[in-house]
């Protein structure tokens, strides 16, 4: 099932940039294939024995030929399939879970858990985060194979634990599975919603560099104009992520506090967005880093998004209900892809206000970035929903079983509201954060967020049959209320695992979110800079991506171990 429209892209899509690699050494004004720069030209580069080192306009134009070349790079494309994105969600949740069983196998043998730092980075890492680097780039022409090779390699671990387990613990299977639908669990920890945007946030930071490399499909960028590209879902994804957890959502409902007080504090949360935002901007200009127009405008940028969106929605939620905000997100989603359909707001967005893709004035200059403001505003209200219910009161496995059911049952409506509107409204467009988009977004973000639920669940049943064993980042089992009190609901951990989270690599990421994908961003341009990332070979890709992601989480590793968070608003 692919998203993608049939071939009718507007005119202006048609630049003249090639899309290959090579697209740079063809042309004659372009760098060293200049008749007149060569390598014999008296009054070129080193030959020349009055220019010095070598000529100020042939290294300019080198310097303009590597920018138009990497921004042809990544232009023009149509993303891939619903499916093949969908299964690339499904390698994270697994590699959690082959993360949580390998610990518990751990513990099974040598009877303590996994406790040296250096031991559990090098094991989250290699676990957790190279399979994701391998799938988007070597591994991609068989990422229909990995999923179900991740799912074996679970599933051996697994038969092990269970045969393995002592004598003494050894129970019937059916009763084990009825324990553990009585199970209960921390009703204040929802370890799905933690690892879902930490996963959110390295996903993006492996995607923001990898790109820029031919090993990493074309098909896995941002689509163009239209299309699912695996960085446009990520774009959503943070929206989501961002949502979920809001200050709306985490207020109890038994607290009054003033109608406009989450405003206040919304302020005060996102000017470090807007800071960042602005130094983004004026780097980028600064040392004419490549850049994708169409895909915010000229100076506009995902910080800018971020933080107006935010503001935005704590605005809609001091005047509406925010349990009706699924209500709003609707109405906007809907509101706007109608405005799209039947007035020129399409074409403006698409064209500019003159047809040609003219870029003159504030509005034109930055139409993408600032008119997405209503897509991207209605994910955010729809996830703000999203976050209400899952953190309504859920202390058994049973609940969450059923939980799961509903939200899979959401899913299914999503993906047929997705097949309606791509058919009779619009297909999936990031570019102007279109119904079909914000649909996708959400449905697709549910399901990650699913799989985490269940890879959370099974680990919670592979734990009761190894009694003592502990995984950080997920679900604590705590004991059943007291049943002799009627109004008692308050439940008592078993075993607390806040020790292990301090090796934990998704707690030390979760700790510093924002410095993470700030590191991320600062190093992504630094490679760039440094690197001719168009005509790497495969393994020298393969190590500077393994390296970068190292790096990044290395330092949070060390903050986190230090109890460093650093946050100053």
């Given at each position: 099932m692919r998203a993608c429209p049939p071939p009718t892209a507007p005119v202006h899509l048609r630049l003249p940039q090639c899309r290959g690699p090579d697209s740079g050494k063809s042309s004659p004004d372009s760098g060293k294939s200049s008749p007149d720069s060569g390598k014999d030209s008296p009054d070129s580069g080193k030959s020349s024995p009055d220019s010095g080192k070598s000529s100020p306009d042939s290294e300019e134009e080198r310097r303009m030929s590597q920018k138009h070349l990497k921004e042809a790079f990544i232009s023009n494309l149509n993303g891939t399939s619903l499916l093949e994105i969908s299964v690339g969600l499904s390698l994270a949740p697994l590699c959690l879970l082959c993360r949580g069983l390998l610990l518990i196998l751990y513990y099974l043998h040598y009877g303590k858990p996994l406790s040296s730092r250096k031991y559990s980075l090098l094991l989250d890492f290699l676990v957790l985060v190279s399979p994701l680097l391998f799938s988007c780039t070597v591994l991609s022409p068989v990422i229909f194979f990995v999923p179900p090779v991740i799912a074996a390699i679970c599933a051996g671990i697994f038969s092990k634990i269970y045969s393995q387990r002592k004598r003494e613990t050894r129970v019937p299977f059916r009763q084990i599975v009825k324990d553990f639908q009585k199970t209960y669990l921390?009703?204040?920890?929802?370890?799905?919603?933690?690892?879902?945007?930490?996963?959110?946030?390295?996903?993006?930071?492996?995607?923001?560099?990898?790109?820029?490399?031919?090993?990493?499909?074309?098909?896995?960028?941002?689509?163009?104009?239209?299309?699912?590209?695996?960085?446009?879902?990520?774009?959503?994804?943070?929206?989501?992520?961002?949502?979920?957890?809001?200050?709306?959502?985490?207020?109890?409902?038994?607290?009054?506090?003033?109608?406009?007080?989450?405003?206040?504090?919304?302020?005060?949360?996102?000017?470090?967005?807007?800071?960042?935002?602005?130094?983004?901007?004026?780097?980028?200009?600064?040392?004419?880093?490549?850049?994708?127009?169409?895909?915010?405008?000229?100076?506009?940028?995902?910080?800018?998004?971020?933080?107006?969106?935010?503001?935005?929605?704590?605005?809609?939620?001091?005047?509406?209900?925010?349990?009706?905000?699924?209500?709003?997100?609707?109405?906007?989603?809907?509101?706007?892809?109608?405005?799209?359909?039947?007035?020129?707001?399409?074409?403006?967005?698409?064209?500019?206000?003159?047809?040609?893709?003219?870029?003159?004035?504030?509005?034109?200059?930055?139409?993408?970035?600032?008119l997405s403001l209503f897509g991207y505003l209605a994910i955010y209200m729809a996830s703000v929903q999203v976050g209400l219910w899952l953190l309504k009161c859920r202390n058994s496995v049973k609940g969450w079983i059923e939980a799961v059911c509903f939200l899979l049952l959401t899913v299914l409506v999503l993906f047929v509201f997705l097949h309606v509107s791509q058919a009779y409204a619009d297909p999936v467009s990031r570019r102007m954060a279109n119904l079909s988009y914000c649909i996708w977004v959400v449905a697709h973000c549910l399901t990650f967020f699913i799989c985490f639920v269940v890879s959370d669940l099974t680990l919670v049943f592979t734990k009761l049959l190894v009694k003592g064993s502990s995984v950080p980042c997920c679900w604590n089992v705590v004991k059943p209320p007291n049943a002799s009190k009627k109004h008692e609901t308050e439940a008592v951990p078993m075993q607390r695992e806040g020790k292990l989270s301090h090796i934990c690599l998704?707690?030390?990421?979760?700790?510093?979110?924002?410095?993470?994908?700030?590191?991320?961003?600062?190093?992504?341009?630094?490679?760039?800079?440094?690197?001719?990332?168009?005509?790497?070979?495969?393994?020298?890709?393969?190590?500077?991506?393994?390296?970068?992601?190292?790096?990044?989480?290395?330092?949070?590793?060390?903050?986190?171990?230090?109890?460093?968070?650093?946050?100053?608003?």
């Open positions: 921390d009703p204040e920890y929802i370890p799905a919603i933690t690892v879902f945007r930490v996963y959110v946030n390295v996903l993006t930071s492996i995607s923001i560099l990898a790109v820029d490399f031919p090993q990493y499909p074309r098909r896995y960028a941002k689509a163009e104009t239209y299309g699912t590209g695996v960085m446009d879902l990520g774009v959503g994804a943070f929206i989501f992520g961002n949502a979920v957890i809001c200050p709306e959502v985490r207020q109890r409902s038994c607290m009054t506090q003033p109608k406009f007080s989450n405003l206040a504090r919304q302020f005060f949360s996102v000017w470090p967005l807007i800071v960042l935002g602005i130094g983004r901007l004026l780097s980028v200009k600064s040392i004419e880093y490549h850049e994708h127009t169409s895909e915010y405008g000229v100076h506009w940028n995902f910080f800018f998004t971020l933080a107006f969106v935010r503001l935005a929605a704590s605005l809609l939620l001091a005047i509406f209900p925010k349990n009706n905000s699924w209500i709003v997100a609707i109405n906007l989603a809907v509101l706007y892809q109608l405005i799209l359909n039947t007035t020129s707001l399409k074409t403006f967005i698409l064209h500019g206000s003159d047809g040609r893709d003219t870029r003159v004035g504030v509005l034109n200059a930055n139409r993408e970035g600032l998704i707690s030390a990421i979760n700790k510093n979110q924002l410095l993470f994908f700030l590191l991320a961003n600062v190093m992504t341009g630094t490679v760039n800079i440094l690197i001719d990332t168009i005509h790497s070979k495969t393994a020298f890709t393969l190590c500077i991506l393994h390296l970068y992601m190292f790096f990044n989480c290395l330092i949070m590793h060390i903050l986190h171990a230090k109890n460093i968070v650093l946050k100053f608003w």
